[in-house]
């Protein structure tokens, strides 16, 4: 259901926190905390309090959008959001969702802008050192599951938090230059086995698992939780996650997405892997999604230590889009 024709009548600020909300309220999402399961050192609760904390930076990203003159950046409204996120909920839940929404909340404020996959990768490309800085700045607030930067930028590598920023001004690289760094999926040299970085790779290539998991979405049926959780199982199954990779390793996290896979295609064997990329995952196959069946696949994922955290970023980030183009929670 939409807003009776009023898609992104409401605040972005609004939608930004509703996805949020919504996207650990979805369930079952196989290995994630969600609104039935907590993980060992993670509660549904402290998703709640992210959600709030973080808004002064969302807000900080729609008046970036909204103001001319010299407004504040992308990278301050992330690191704010960052901040509060993790000053309210005591840890880090929802970074990547952040990384994500910024930029899109961003555009859709602008009114030189449209929430569009090309209005997001304008905003992208627009920004500047300082934004960088910023974005280092966050991961002091936070501890972050991150892969080892790539050969020749071990100055760059985001662990090292403001301690970056003599190397991010020298060399002048603005903050999507500093997301190029991670989407590399290994040296072809060494063969080393990498999974790329999915939510730096949004940033780089104009959001595209973001706006297709949000045609799912508004085009599944049902409460917009549910459509989450079935948005959820097809991102995992077109691509491995990220962090899954980063926290086990690449074989294992192409593993978990063939179990999803396998349960968008039940009446297709057994997959033995991944799709592959979004755009070869049917809306069909997604809005079929047998959530009883996922259930059981999440009891196996937590208890196996798999956490496909990368792919709720994602679907958060869908999610926001959807809002603003018309779904809402009203039955």
Same mark, same amino acid.
């Given at each position: ?100 929404? !910024? ?54 590598? !985001? ?169 809402? !929670?009203?039955?």
């Amino acid at each position: 259901m939409t807003r009776g024709g009023r898609a992104g009548a409401t605040d972005p600020v609004d939608d930004a926190t509703l996805a949020l909300l919504l996207e650990v309220a979805g369930t079952p999402k196989p290995g994630n905390v969600d609104r039935r399961r907590d993980l060992a050192d993670l509660r549904f609760e402290a998703f709640l309090g992210g959600a709030v904390g973080a808004r002064p930076g969302l807000e900080l990203a729609a008046e970036a959008g909204a103001n001319a003159g010299d407004p504040p950046g992308v990278g301050d409204a992330f690191e704010r959001a960052v901040a509060g996120m993790a000053d309210r909920a005591g840890t880090n839940t929802q970074f990547g969702c952040l990384l994500l929404l !910024v930029p899109l909340v961003r555009a859709a404020a602008d009114p030189e802008r449209e929430l569009s996959r090309e209005g997001v990768d304008a905003v992208c490309r627009s920004t500047t050192v300082d934004d960088a800085v910023a974005f280092y700045r966050a991961f002091e607030h936070v501890d972050v599951a991150v892969d080892d930067p790539p050969p020749g930028a071990d100055d760059l590598d !985001v662990r090292r938090g403001s301690d970056a920023e003599p190397a991010v001004r020298e060399r002048e690289i603005p903050l999507r230059d500093v997301l190029a760094l991670s989407p590399d999926p290994g040296d072809p040299e060494t063969m080393e086995d990498r999974v790329p970085d999915r939510n730096a790779q949004e940033w780089t290539e104009g959001f595209p698992r973001t706006f297709r998991a949000a045609e799912w979405i508004l085009t599944d049926e049902g409460p917009l939780a549910d459509r989450a959780a079935r948005a959820f199982l097809g991102l995992l199954a077109a691509e491995p996650d990220t962090l899954v990779a980063s926290t086990l390793d690449a074989e294992t996290a192409r593993e978990a997405s063939g179990r999803a896979r396998a349960i968008l295609e039940s009446d297709a064997g057994d997959p033995s892997g991944p799709v592959g990329d979004v755009s070869g995952v049917d809306a069909d196959a997604v809005h079929g999604g047998d959530l009883k069946a996922a259930e059981s696949l999440a009891e196996a994922f937590v208890a196996e230590g798999i956490n496909p955290g990368t792919t709720a970023d994602l679907t958060c980030a869908a999610l926001f889009v959807a809002l603003r183009r018309g779904a809402e !929670v009203a039955p």
